[in-house]
């Protein structure tokens, strides 16, 4: 080889600090354990397949009776939902449930799936959580990263006409999510059913149900917070527009959704 095209071999790189940074943090995640996180993405997303997409919870009449008709209106509608329904009743119940299935408080469990059944206050609305419930309990009965963890099949299989919280939270109890994360992630997964079904309904474009998610994502965590902590005695459902939106949307002529 001549001079002119020998060249020396370059020294090994040396990652930058944002780079060296990154590694370590990577490292530590997988010394942690991400599974969870990873079976809780899973629950949340939305190709579980327990048709959440085709309900609305009462938006669609409220879309079909003038009360939604814009993205602010939208913003509205379903940010107090969020906030004096979600936030104060069945997300502090999930966390209660979670930690009956850490307990192993069967007649707990038992008693706060009755209690949810007994706060839909509409056909629609039962109808919903039941069906979905029972769709993710056949799904986590046949799905062996559920179903191969001793005990906890059988444990799920014995309630009766099971609400989709209680088995939303057999699935995240069993895959040892951390409560505040799993409280977070079902909020978020029912705030973006919720957009998209505004989406469709109203209608919106793409990047207004964007907007959306990130404005009332921005409560999620405070929201979250708070109902892990929320005594029973303080939990409350009191939202007689979501029940007159759901019992009319049962008569509507023509729908999209189911509830």
């Not at 370059?10 to 943090?25: D, F, G, L, M, Q």
């Not at 609305?56 to 939208?74: C, D, F, I, K």
């Not at 040892?176 to 909020?187: D, H, I, K, N, R």
């Amino acid at each position: 080889m001549s001079a002119a095209t020998h060249r020396p071999m370059p020294a090994p790189a040396r990652p930058c600090a944002a780079a060296a940074a990154v590694i370590e943090c990577n490292a530590a995640g997988a010394g942690r354990g991400l599974l969870p996180l990873v079976r809780l993405l899973q629950l949340a997303s939305p190709a579980l397949p327990v048709g959440a997409y085709t309900y609305s919870q009462g938006l669609e009449w409220a879309v079909e009776s003038g009360l939604v008709r814009s993205e602010a209106e939208a913003a509205a509608w379903i940010g107090e939902l969020l906030e004096w329904s979600l936030a104060r009743f069945e997300v502090p119940l999930l966390g209660c449930q979670l930690a009956a299935w850490s307990r192993n408080e069967d007649a707990e469990l038992a008693r706060l799936n009755d209690d949810f059944l007994a706060s839909r206050e509409t056909a629609e609305l039962r109808a919903e959580t039941v069906q979905m419930g029972w769709s993710l309990v056949r799904l986590l009965a046949e799905l062996d990263a559920f179903a191969s963890i001793p005990g906890w099949r059988a444990r799920l299989l014995a309630i009766e006409a099971p609400a989709f919280p209680t088995a939303w939270s057999a699935a995240a109890a069993a895959w040892q999510v951390a409560p505040g994360e799993a409280l977070v992630a079902y909020l978020w997964a029912w705030l973006e059913n919720q957009v998209m079904a505004a989406v469709k309904a109203v209608p919106l474009g793409q990047s207004a149900g964007q907007r959306l998610l990130a404005t009332l994502g921005d409560r999620i965590p405070a929201l979250a917070a708070a109902a892990l902590v929320l005594p029973e005695t303080a939990w409350s459902n009191y939202t007689p527009g979501l029940a007159i939106a759901s019992s009319r949307h049962e008569t509507q002529y023509t729908r999209l959704f189911r509830s």
